[in-house]
């Protein structure tokens, strides 16, 4: 159980386009959703947080315009990467709380985007 | 001083070895303490989490936490080529669920 889904696992757009990624958890209800950043050989930076049905909560740092989250439903959250720039290109990963268990944090697989 | 100190390695063990990884942290509030794996291009994947200082065991992981000294462990024993994987502590208080990580451990284990 606690599975989470991320599509696309691999997204190359070019500079100026926007790219949608999509978090899903599969078998459990999330009360939260949380989207972290990582570098190469770095550990994950928490980017925002949020919950079904609210505004997400940014991280000091991260623009909200530029990064637009959206927590539709209690299974689904998308992060969308506005007028994407090379220095987006990162590996995007989103983490679940489920309802039930609320200190556990469970990650999808991430996703890589490169931008040209 | 940072809020979670691990050292980043890398270690580099033989198959079979007992692995010891371990993390600092400077805030008494936090409370659940977790120990994630991540193989390279992935998610990193929850292996254990306790709640205040005691040990926990689970098959050939064993995690360990010494809150009065700030100090978290995880033995891994009887270590396998695919425990080969970058190790991440992550603590939180409990009040908004946020984890904090430490920069991850880089395990090699040798066959």
């Known amino acids: 159980g606690a599975v989470v889904s991320q599509h696309p696992s691999w997204v190359i757009c070019k500079s100026g386009t926007s790219v949608k990624i999509e978090c899903r958890s599969l078998?459990?209800?999330?009360?939260?959703m949380f989207w972290y950043r990582q570098f190469p050989k770095q550990s994950l930076m928490l980017m925002a947080t949020s919950n079904e049905g609210s505004k997400a909560t940014y991280e000091q740092g991260v623009e909200k315009d530029k990064f637009l989250i959206n927590h539709a439903s209690l299974t689904l959250s998308t992060l969308t990467v506005t007028s994407a720039h090379p220095e987006d290109s990162s590996f995007y990963i989103c983490?679940?709380?489920?309802?039930?268990?609320?200190?556990?944090?469970?990650f999808g697989p991430g996703t890589r985007l490169t931008v040209t | 001083q940072k809020e979670v100190e691990q050292d980043p390695g890398p270690l580099s063990v033989p198959e079979g070895a007992i692995v010891s990884l371990n993390c600092t942290y400077s805030n008494s509030a936090f409370q659940y303490f977790m120990w994630y794996r991540q193989y390279s291009r992935k998610g990193p994947e929850l292996l254990m989490y306790?709640?205040?200082?005691g040990n926990k065991e689970d098959g050939r992981f064993t995690a360990q936490v010494d809150k009065s000294s700030k100090y978290i462990s995880l033995f891994i024993r009887d270590s396998q080529p695919s425990d080969s994987a970058t190790y991440l502590c992550a603590i939180t208080t409990g009040s908004n669920y946020k984890l904090t990580f430490g920069k991850g451990t880089l395990l090699t284990v040798n066959p």
């Open positions: 078998d459990f209800q999330a009360t939260t």
């Open positions: 983490s679940a709380t489920p309802r039930d268990r609320t200190y556990e944090q469970y």
């Open positions: 306790t709640y205040s200082s």
